[in-house]
C-alpha cells in the first residue's frame, strides 16, 4: 500500500522546508555496547519531526482546498499551523477547554485558528469534524494518512544515506506513523535491517493492538513520554498494517527508565528532548534490546515542559496524575 516511490515522492516535496537533520554519534554509545547514532529531529524549526508528515500531507492537497483542519495539542497542531503557513493556507487547530493556554498561544503564534471545543479531546475531535464540513476544509490526521506516513519515513531514508552501515533502527512509536514511514523506507533500502518499535509501558496502544492482532483501545495514563500517548483509532487504516507487518518487535519502558534515559542524555550528550525521544536509550539502558553495533534512533522531539524537564535532570520526584517517579540524581556519574 505504501512503497519506497512514496517516501522518495515525499522527500522532494519537503526539501527546503523541512530540515535534513544531523545524525550525530551518542556520547553513551560505550556504555550502551555498541554505537548510537541520534537523528536530532530536535532541530526541526517547530522542534519535532512532525514536520515532515504535514508538509508533504499539505503539498497533496486538491486544488483549491480552502484550508486544513486537525485536533492535536501536540507537535502534530503545531507542524500543520507552520506547514499550512509556508502554503499561505488557512489552519485551524480544535482544542478542548482542558489545554493550557501557552499551547494555545503557540500554535497561534505560527498564524493558525485556535477553536475551543468542551472538554476533551473528543468533545474537540467532534467540533473539528463539523468545521471541515461547514468550512470545506481538509482534515489532516496525524498518523493514520499515506502521505503523512511517506513523509515521516523520509528520515530513515536521510539516516541510511548519512550511515549505510546502520544494521538496527530503534523507533519511538505511538499512533505509529513514524515507524510505519520508517520501515518502509528502511526495509526497501536494507531488508535485513533489524526494527524496533518502542512505545511507555502504560497506555501503549499500537503494542497492544499488535499483540491483540486488531487496532484495540487502551486507557490512558499521563507519561513523561506525554508525545507518545494516544490510541490509534479502531479504525485505523495505514499505520496499523504496516507496523505489524514491518517491525521485528515493540519493546515498552517504564516512566523510571524514561526519566533515567533523559537525564543521561542530557548529561552525556547535552541534549533537551522530551521523553518520547529517549525511549530507545531507556530500552537499551534497561538491557530491554540486545544491542547490535551499529544502532540509530531519532529524537523525536525538543518541545518539553522545562519546570518538568528541569526536575528531571536535577534528580528530583516528579509527580504524573497521582503518580510519583522516584527521583534519582545520576547526572555527575555521566560525566
Ligand atoms: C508524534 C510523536 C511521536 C510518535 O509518532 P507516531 O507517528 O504517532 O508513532 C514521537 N515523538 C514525538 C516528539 C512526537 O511528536
Avoid at 114 to 125: K, L, P, T
Avoid at 177 to 194: S, T, W, Y
Wanted: aromatic residues 2%.
Amino acid at each position: 500500500m505504501l512503497a519506497l516511490g512514496d517516501i522518495l515522492a515525499a522527500a522532494r516535496t519537503i526539501d527546503g522546508i523541512a530540515s535534513d537533520t544531523p545524525l550525530v554519534p551518542s556520547m553513551l554509545s560505550n556504555r550502551l555496547g555498541g554505537a548510537l547514532w541520534l537523528k536530532l529531529e530536535t532541530c526541526q524549526p517547530m522542534g519535532a519531526f512532525k514536520l515532515r508528515g504535514a508538509v508533504h500531507a499539505v503539498a497533496n492537497l486538491p486544488h483549491g482546498t480552502a484550508g486544513v483542519i486537525c485536533c492535536s495539542t501536540g507537535n502534530h497542531g503545531r507542524a500543520l499551523a507552520f506547514a499550512a503557513a509556508a502554503r499561505k493556507l488557512r489552519a485551524v487547530v480544535c482544542m478542548s477547554q482542558l489545554v493550557p493556554h501557552n499551547k494555545v498561544e503557540g500554535i497561534r503564534a505560527l498564524g493558525a485558528e485556535v477553536h475551543i471545543h468542551g472538554r476533551s479531546q473528543d468533545d474537540a475531535q467532534t467540533g473539528a469534524t463539523r468545521l471541515s464540513h461547514t468550512d470545506d476544509l481538509v482534515d489532516i490526521p496525524p498518523f493514520d494518512d499515506p502521505h503523512v506516513i511517506a513523509g515521516q519515513g523520509t528520515i530513515a531514508l536521510e539516516m541510511l544515506a548519512a550511515h549505510p552501515d546502520l544494521d538496527t533502527l530503534l523507533i519511538p512509536l505511538s499512533g505509529g506513523g513514524l515507524a510505519a514511514g520508517m520501515a518502509v523506507a528502511a526495509r526497501a533500502i536494507r531488508p535485513d535491517i533489524r526494527l524496533i518499535g518502542i512505545s511507555m509501558e502504560r497506555g501503549a496502544a499500537m503494542a497492544a493492538s499488535i499483540d491483540a492482532g486488531r487496532p484495540v483501545q487502551v486507557e490512558e495514563h499521563p507519561s513523561l513520554a506525554d508525545s507518545l500517548g494516544g490510541g490509534i483509532g479502531l479504525g485505523n487504516r495505514y499505520s496499523f498494517a504496516l507496523c505489524r507487518d514491518l517491525l521485528d518487535d515493540v519493546v515498552r519502558v517504564t516512566e523510571a527508565e524514561i526519566y533515567a534515559a533523559m537525564q543521561a542524555l542530557y548529561h552525556k550528550d547535552r541534549m533537551v528532548a522530551e521523553g518520547a525521544s529517549v525511549v530507545a536509550i531507556a530500552a537499551l539502558m534497561a538491557g530491554k534490546i540486545a544491542p547490535s553495533p551499529q544502532m540509530g534512533t531519532v529524537l523525536t522531539g525538543r518541545n518539553v515542559d522545562m519546570a518538568q524537564f528541569t526536575r528531571v535532570i536535577t534528580g528530583q520526584d516528579v509527580t504524573l496524575g497521582g503518580h510519583t517517579i522516584k527521583g534519582q540524581d545520576k547526572g555527575l556519574t555521566y560525566g
